[in-house]
Nanobody
Framework: QVQLVESGGGLVQGGGSLRLSCAAS????????MGWFRQAPGKEREFVAA???????TFANFVKGRFTISRDNAKNTVFLQMNSLKPEDTAIYYC?????????????????WGKGTQVTVSS
């Protein structure tokens, strides 16, 4: 069983930045593909960004150029750096871990999920 714990959410003004972290309990963290998803009130959960076990990133079109994703395997942590935040980025952000990268980005399917962290961007 892998536990994922997100942190770093909060309230920020439009145009500001936040850095989300996701700490994983897995000793085999480096073998997992990791992703970030978000869910706004009244909307379905959507893919934001993912990074393969080897460090290759993929982003949703709506965050390209604003968000970056990285991982520190020594600390079992994946990060989501969010810049130029917009009010429409307001959502609960969830961390996900999977052994199947394709399923993560195409179907939003993951082996493990965190409980989420709230990001609120004011206008």
């Amino acid at each position: 069983q892998v536990q994922l714990v997100e942190s770093g959410g909060g309230l920020v003004q439009g145009g500001g930045s936040l850095r989300l972290s996701c700490a994983a309990s897995a000793r085999t963290f480096s073998s997992f593909n990791m992703g970030w998803f978000r869910q706004a009130p009244g909307k379905e959960r959507e893919f934001v960004a993912a990074i393969t076990s080897s460090g290759s990133p993929t982003f949703a079109n709506f965050v390209k150029g604003r968000f970056t994703i990285s991982r520190d395997n020594a600390k079992n942590t994946v990060f989501l750096q969010m810049n130029s935040l917009k009010p429409e980025d307001t959502a609960i952000y969830y961390c996900a871990a999977t052994t199947t990268f394709t399923n993560l980005i195409t179907r939003g399917a993951a082996d493990y999920w965190g409980k989420g962290t709230q990001v609120t961007v004011s206008s």
